[in-house]
């Protein structure tokens, strides 16, 4: 049987996960691979630091360059830019197959990286880096090979899905929150890539490049984060028989193909509603196959370890059967739509005095504007705000666009007090 | 550019949009597959015979042996032992490879099949034979090649499903909803296949020979249908919380692994609890990745030949490539497990006198076959029932043959009026 040498470069928490499976599962990962996979060393920062699993001291190295220059296939786990991104290049320019779960690196260069890996006739893999152990890219690009994918919807952040089910569950606003997550472990320290939209737009960019064949960056993705969600958003949604989730969407309509991270109301009889705690699920839909819903644990080191041992099975398979790269499907050329075009449904609360013609006046801008109402709810404040209403209209699909102007003229009727939340709505 | 030839046998619900997507999808699956798929003819038994979907008239043929010796692939979509096998031995045989749905065929034949293709450097492909549009199968394979499955819990036939969520949100007893669910379309006019757990009996064979690396075939699963399901345990299981589903498990322990199909108590908060009408889902647990949930639509002709359509761009793009097969994990010689040894959970309902000492002799008899008992409510019967008392148990896990012996002891007793209601609990 052949021996592939595997260069791992990080032992943090998957990296760590990554060793130990390496080394206690070798047999089973030999008759699955059809060749040994024999684990050469291990790049880290610090070579005498305590590890969560036992691992020969040996095989730590700080040189992850000599390392790479010895090895057949590469697996990346140390996160960030660089030194990543080098040292993914450097392995691949040698013919070198590489397994990483950088998402970040992924967003900003993966149509390079990609590139780079068909030129050197090797393999790139990243399942880890979007939903962690959810298998998701692959099922994309290989099971529904045969079918049109038209929208993909994602829970692709744990800390933002623990938070927002947090304030479901408990009514607590969001930043008691934030802080019972982060003593918790599921949110860190500095919260602001995850609470932010940030990590969710990465993976909204590469599952976006990924179901529409072509090259999404993250620059191409509308980013909301979940900051200003608050508890009375979280109340009225549940009311409706709805609930707020982070959601990384990415769509295809005529227009083009829009892709977008913010909050989105669902009904609670959605899949994706009862996608709970840290928990991640990826919801698509094809022209053929219908609704698919993919779910699963989205991080944590062995889970996240299990989606990259799949990948560098399958890339020691490819190596030991010595058959060429699969064609890669052509890119196609897309328009990258504008957020402005995107078309979507609304939910949107008013306050507003109560007096006649009040009512009126707002569906005369939703119409002039375009934005056909769905439904509309109106209840009397209490005595607190006596002579004030509350209105609550969810809007047909409508753009951006013709959304923002018919905020723009609502806001300036003298009868609007507030506009006190505007929020999205899929899947309806 | 290739061609590979594509001969199609069946052009009923599934092989209609096959040939649709065939004839009108062929620039996208050739861009995908890196050749061109050109549907060289249909076999049918009945020429004239109005189709779904237009296909030019001098596709179809009644020899499907000519057309499949002209073949490069063959997509078997007739159903049924014969012709079937014959046609997919006599493909296979030639080296063509063989994309197929037909789940029966594979629980019977499936490890000889898998045989014949790897001796002949064929590929033999069959996602659409489980859970429909759901990738399940590749993710299994691919995906969790570096991780190790310990169980797999899936709703695989929608019929049952339907027809248990609907006593579910109704009430009704199984007659009437599956009367309803015929007249719906949902059922066919004899259900037995389905409401007998059959067709869930294949599909777990073939879940369970792809998760645990072995073959296993219908006669290994031990398989229990929903016929005996009422309206009464379907009220009782939503007042404690639960769901009764109609569940495909595949489990390995110590003792072996152990297959089989029953109707099966979830709690409401159990991912497969939120599984509704017809659709499918498969549950997956694994060493390393954890739990894994896979949801879509288990049948319809377009879903189904989606998945049809992404097992034939695999083979079309590897067939393109020209590279050898994948190295074929080796069969595990596995322990099949009888069913008395395989544990699980019990619910079970006793009618029994209102009289002292009753529920000592009953946990006496629990406690000296070694079933422990995790919960247990005791209801005073309405006036029709004086002098008796409803007791509804929840075991720990314990093995089918403790159960038996149980159950007999208990049924001895004088106190006791009527078992009610045994049966399994899961994800508890
Ligand atoms: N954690 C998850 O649940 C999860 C889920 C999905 C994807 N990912 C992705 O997986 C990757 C790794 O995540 P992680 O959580 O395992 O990270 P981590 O715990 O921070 O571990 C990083 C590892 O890389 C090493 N390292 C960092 N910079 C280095 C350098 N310049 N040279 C040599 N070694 C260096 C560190 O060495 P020392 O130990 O010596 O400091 C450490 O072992 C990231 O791209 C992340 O986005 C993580
Ligand atoms: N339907 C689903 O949702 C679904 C889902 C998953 C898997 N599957 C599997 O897919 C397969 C096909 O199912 P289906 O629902 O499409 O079946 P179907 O509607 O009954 O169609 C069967 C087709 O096969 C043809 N046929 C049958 N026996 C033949 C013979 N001896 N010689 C030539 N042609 C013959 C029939 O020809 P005529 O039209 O001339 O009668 C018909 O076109 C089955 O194995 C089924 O288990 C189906």
Same mark, same amino acid.
Request: glycine share 8%; net charge negative.
């Given at each position: 049987?052949?021996?592939?040498?595997?260069?791992?470069?990080?032992?943090?928490?998957?990296?760590?996960?990554? *060793?130990?499976?390496?080394? %206690? #599962? $070798? &047999?089973? /990962?030999? +008759?699955?691979?059809?060749?040994?996979? @024999? =684990?050469? !060393?291990?790049?880290?920062?610090?070579?005498?630091?305590?590890?969560?699993?036992?691992?020969? *001291?040996?095989?730590?190295? %700080? #040189? $992850? &360059?000599? /390392?790479? +220059?010895?090895?057949?296939?590469?697996? @990346? =786990?140390? !996160?960030?830019?660089?030194?990543?991104?080098?040292?993914?290049?450097?392995?691949?320019?040698?013919?070198?197959?590489?397994? %990483?779960?950088?998402?970040? /690196?992924?967003?900003?260069?993966?149509?390079?990286?990609?590139?780079?890996?068909?030129?050197?006739?090797?393999?790139?893999?990243?399942?880890?880096?979007?939903?962690?152990?959810?298998?998701?890219?692959?099922?994309?690009?290989?099971?529904?090979?045969?079918?049109?994918?038209?929208?993909?919807?994602?829970?692709?952040?744990?800390?933002?899905?623990?938070?927002?089910?947090?304030?479901?569950?408990?009514?607590?606003?969001?930043?008691?929150?934030?802080?019972?997550?982060?003593?918790?472990?599921?949110?860190?320290?500095?919260?602001?890539?995850?609470?932010?939209?940030?990590?969710?737009?990465?993976?909204?960019?590469?599952?976006?490049?990924?179901?529409?064949?072509?090259?999404?960056?993250?620059?191409?993705?509308?980013?909301?984060?979940?900051?200003?969600?608050?508890?009375?958003?979280?109340?009225?949604?549940?009311?409706?028989?709805?609930?707020?989730?982070?959601?990384?969407?990415?769509?295809?309509?005529?227009?083009?193909?829009?892709?977008?991270?913010?909050?989105?109301?669902?009904?609670?009889?959605?899949?994706?509603?009862?996608?709970?705690?840290?928990?991640?699920?990826?919801?698509?839909?094809?022209?053929?196959?219908?609704?698919?819903?993919?779910?699963?644990?989205?991080?944590?080191?062995?889970?996240?370890?299990?989606?990259?041992?799949?990948?560098?099975?399958?890339?020691?398979?490819?190596?030991?059967?010595?058959?060429?790269?699969?064609?890669?499907?052509?890119?196609?050329?897309?328009?990258?739509?504008?957020?402005?075009?995107?078309?979507?449904?609304?939910?949107?609360?008013?306050?507003?005095?109560?007096?006649?013609?009040?009512?009126?006046?707002?569906?005369?801008?939703?119409?002039?504007?375009?934005?056909?109402?769905?439904?509309?709810?109106?209840?009397?404040?209490?005595?607190?705000?006596?002579?004030?209403?509350?209105?609550?209209?969810?809007?047909?699909?409508?753009?951006?666009?013709?959304?923002?102007?018919?905020?723009?003229?609502?806001?300036?009727?003298?009868?609007?007090?507030?506009?006190?939340?505007?929020?999205?709505?899929?899947?309806?």
């Amino acid at each position: 049987m052949k021996t592939l040498k595997v260069a791992l470069l990080g032992c943090g928490n998957v990296g760590a996960q990554v *060793a130990r499976i390496l080394l %206690t #599962d $070798a &047999e089973v /990962l030999a +008759d699955r691979a059809g060749a040994t996979l @024999e =684990l050469t !060393g291990i790049a880290v920062r610090n070579i005498g630091a305590k590890r969560d699993v036992e691992v020969p *001291a040996d095989l730590f190295t %700080t #040189d $992850a &360059e000599a /390392l790479i +220059d010895e090895s057949d296939i590469v697996i @990346e =786990l140390l !996160g960030g830019m660089e030194p990543a991104s080098s040292l993914i290049r450097r392995a691949l320019s040698r013919g070198a197959s590489v397994i %990483t779960g950088n998402k970040a /690196l992924l967003a900003a260069q993966g149509g390079e990286l990609n590139a780079l890996a068909f030129e050197n006739n090797a393999q790139l893999r990243y399942e880890a880096a979007v939903a962690g152990a959810i298998p998701i890219l692959r099922p994309i690009m290989d099971s529904l090979s045969g079918d049109k994918i038209t929208k993909v919807m994602g829970i692709v952040n744990g800390t933002t899905n623990f938070i927002l089910d947090a304030m479901d569950s408990t009514g607590a606003q969001f930043d008691d929150v934030l802080k019972e997550a982060q003593d918790l472990g599921y949110a860190e320290a500095d919260p602001t890539a995850d609470v932010g939209g940030h990590d969710a737009a990465s993976k909204a960019a590469i599952l976006a490049s990924l179901a529409f064949h072509t090259d999404f960056a993250f620059e191409d993705v509308h980013c909301e984060g979940i900051t200003k969600i608050t508890a009375a958003d979280v109340a009225a949604a549940k009311d409706a028989g709805m609930v707020i989730k982070l959601l990384a969407i990415a769509e295809r309509s005529e227009a083009g193909i829009g892709v977008r991270v913010h909050p989105t109301l669902l009904r609670r009889t959605h899949p994706l509603a009862a996608v709970h705690g840290a928990f991640n699920a990826v919801f698509v839909e094809a022209e053929n196959a219908g609704e698919l819903m993919f779910y699963g644990a989205g991080a944590g080191g062995a889970p996240t370890a299990s989606a990259v041992m799949g990948d560098t099975v399958a890339v020691a398979r490819r190596m030991a059967s010595g058959g060429p790269l699969p064609a890669i499907s052509a890119q196609q050329p897309v328009k990258v739509m504008d957020f402005c075009d995107i078309t979507t449904s609304y939910w949107i609360g008013l306050e507003v005095n109560d007096e006649p013609g009040v009512l009126a006046s707002i569906a005369q801008i939703f119409a002039s504007n375009g934005v056909s109402i769905e439904t509309l709810r109106q209840d009397s404040n209490p005595e607190s705000n006596a002579g004030t209403a509350e209105l609550l209209l969810v809007t047909h699909r409508s753009t951006e666009k013709a959304l923002a102007a018919t905020l723009a003229a609502v806001a300036d009727l003298a009868a609007i007090k507030e506009v006190t939340s505007v929020l999205r709505v899929e899947g309806n």
